[in-house]
């Protein structure tokens, strides 16, 4: 006799259908799953004849065969412990399925010894498939509830043990459960007014949030790079619903969610260190999971101290800056991951740091600067928009301490920028990803300054993507200002932002 149960799998991101297979017959004693299975799955099977046994089960000596469906396809994970223990309970008897359950519903979870339902990866993805394919529910764990719930018009039933999930199946009975209300604590958070002067950086920081422009602070030890750049998620606009959704899809796959952060509402900041290697920043491994550009997605990637990265790490951003996706290929399939962030850097000028003071510090020699500026490849720099050079504050400037404005300040003329750039181009486009059609109906320049800007052109030597930046940037800061059109002063500031003396 068989059974058949639904559960799911994914690779990247994307879900697609599993059935689990499930025969029970006379024979020698035997407990095998087949179907191209990880060892996880091979694991599982000493996991749930515990679970049964311990959650008042007894199984008979038979022989079990296990096949997970379609039977081509890799699959890994521990979260199908359930769905296989259910399709045994079925076969001998445990459980009968009055209400037509099983064929409607998918089931995901990993059983612990005592027969609890534990959290797995990937629940929210597969919420989104069941409700996109016309299933009526998931069950799922219940540390997994308040994710799945993200999801509106597919019913969800949590369970926290096998023997919640006999009485849903058998009766229909669901597990009463309060969601968690989920408040962002507003006090204690960062603040450019804790930052001293650099007003300059402040003003391309804001810039950066307004447009999702890509910035790079290039300074002093000691002039607040690290400090500025760890508070500009206090100037984006929050995250809205499709965003939540796809950033804590993203979480969910990379098993980063938990009990304490079930969803992910705000904006993410990822810093890695610079020892990190290439796979944890883009993704992959025998394992293919998100890295650290795709958790960054509707956040900020801050790079702190760039030029100490391997350059391997850093020319594997190219592509992700490029295009806002990260394609990860093998063998026998491809997955892509979102990409969609704000890139912060910031990085020293020299190897003593100090290049950019006016006081004669610096005792690194022409060649070394050159040599450790130019760890950043041209290709890299091309792809950031706003370069800013920073110096230290000397001690009038930290004795006179004049404070700007407030995160709270920026953050609401970040917001208007956005509003008026959503009603430009609709949702998820922003000034910083305008392609060469919207440049050229966006970023029109009157006839005195296309003059000053092919002067610039001239004397920079910018090249195309640097010209489509600086129109870009030049956009955004008309946006901040009200203004309709790019002016010269818009022009002007912009192009500040793409010189300086390192490059």
């Known amino acids: 006799m068989n059974k058949r149960v639904l559960s799911s799998s994914y690779l990247g991101v994307e879900s697609f259908l599993i059935e689990v297979e499930v025969d029970i017959s006379n024979g020698l004693p035997n407990f095998s799953i087949i179907g191209l299975g990880d060892t996880a799955i091979s694991e599982s099977k000493d996991r749930i004849k515990t679970a049964l046994k311990n959650s008042g ?37 445990f459980i009968k399925d009055r209400y037509n359950t099983i064929d409607n519903y998918l089931f995901l979870g990993e059983l612990s010894l005592n027969g609890d339902v534990k959290r797995i990866r990937g629940a929210l993805n597969s919420v989104i498939f069941a409700k996109e394919n016309g299933y009526k529910g998931v069950v799922l764990p219940l540390e997994n509830f308040q994710e799945a719930t993200l999801i509106k018009g597919i019913n969800i039933v949590p369970v926290e043990n096998l023997n919640d999930v006999v009485n849903f199946i058998s009766k229909n009975i669901v597990k009463s459960v309060q969601t968690k ?74 098993g980063e969610l938990t009990e304490s952060k079930p969803i992910i509402s705000s904006p993410p900041f990822r810093s890695p260190h610079h020892t990190s290697t290439p796979v944890s920043i883009v993704g992959g491994g025998k394992k293919v999971i998100p890295g650290e550009i795709s958790l960054a997605s509707g956040g900020v990637l801050f790079l702190d101290e760039l030029a100490e990265f391997p350059r391997s790490v850093l020319e594997s951003l190219r592509q992700p800056l490029e295009d806002g996706i990260v394609s990860i290929s093998r063998a026998q399939y491809r997955v892509e991951f979102k990409s969609n962030f704000i890139f912060v850097a910031a990085t020293n000028p020299c190897p003593c740091g100090y290049a950019l003071e006016p006081t004669g510090k610096c005792i690194c020699t022409q060649t070394e600067i050159n040599k450790y500026i130019k760890k950043i490849s041209g290709p890299i720099m091309d792809r950031i928009d706003l370069h800013v050079e920073m110096r230290r504050l000397n001690e009038n400037e930290l004795l006179t301490y004049q404070s700007g404005d407030s995160s709270k300040i920026i953050r609401e003329r970040v917001i208007k920028a956005r509003a008026i750039q959503k009603e430009r181009f609709g949702d998820d486009i922003y000034n910083g990803m305008m392609s060469q059609k919207d440049i050229q109906k966006y970023c029109t320049l009157s006839d005195e300054n296309r003059e000053y800007f092919k002067k610039v052109i001239q004397t920079l030597q910018i090249s195309a993507r640097g010209y489509d930046k600086i129109l870009k940037v030049a956009r955004t800061i008309a946006d901040l200002a009200g203004s309709n059109d790019i002016e010269k002063e818009h022009l002007m500031e912009a192009v500040s932002f793409r010189e300086n003396s390192i490059n």
């Open 57 to 93: 089960f007894k199984l008979e000596p038979k022989k079990i065969i296990v096949n997970l469906s379609p039977a081509g396809i890799r699959k890994e994970g521990s979260h199908f412990d359930l769905p296989i223990a259910i399709g045994i309970m079925l076969v001998m008897g």
């Open 181 to 254: 209300i989920i408040e962002k604590n507003d006090e204690n958070l960062m603040d450019f007014l804790d930052v001293k002067g650099q007003s300059m950086a402040k003003r391309a920081l804001e810039i950066a949030a307004a447009g999702k422009h890509n910035i790079i602070l290039i300074g002093s030890p000691g002039s607040g790079k690290s400090m500025l750049c760890k508070r500009i998620t206090t100037i984006l606009p929050p995250l809205n619903e499709k965003e939540i959704i796809e950033s804590t899809k993203i979480y969910s796959i990379a």
